[in-house]
């Protein structure tokens, strides 16, 4: 698998949904549940700074807080939490916080070996069968694909008002 080019087109498939949209339509609850864009950005953004923290754990015993906390808070606490932490910033400053934090996954990627990225058993509290490149693709991928489906409809809607 060529795991910097999935992560690439992940970023791009985001960025693809988010063009054009008004402050407005930025802030509009009810994309996904209660979530605006804004919402569901800040969502995918405390995913990338814990992506780019489950690296770190592969590199070196830097401080991880962001997975800290995701290994300790049920899914639907913590993500409450880290899109609150993002509630008074603009589109704009999520947009440039979720981009500042893919950099940073691509630059922890590159410092992986094949190996490392593959072998099954190394994210035990994912799962003992899963390797990074099966976290990359299902959480990772899969995951923003799953949310621009919802900005993808929303912005349907917008087209019909």
Known sequence: MDTQAILMYGHLWVHRHLEGLTDSQWETPGVCG????????????????????????????????????????????????????????????????????????????????????????????????YSLEDLIVYQYYGHKREHCAQIAVYRDQLKQA
């Open 34 to 129: 209660i979530w605006s864009v804004k919402d569901v950005l800040a969502h995918l953004a405390s995913f990338e700074w814990l992506l780019a923290e489950v690296f770190q754990t592969f590199v070196d015993s830097g401080p991880t807080p962001v997975f800290d906390e995701y290994l300790k808070k049920q899914g639907d606490e913590f993500n409450g939490e880290q899109v609150a932490l993002r509630q008074q910033k603009t589109p704009v400053e999520v947009l440039a916080e979720y981009d500042q934090a893919h950099e940073r996954v691509r630059s922890l990627v590159r410092l992986l070996s094949e190996a490392q990225l593959r072998q099954p058993g190394t994210i035990p509290w994912y799962g003992n069968d």
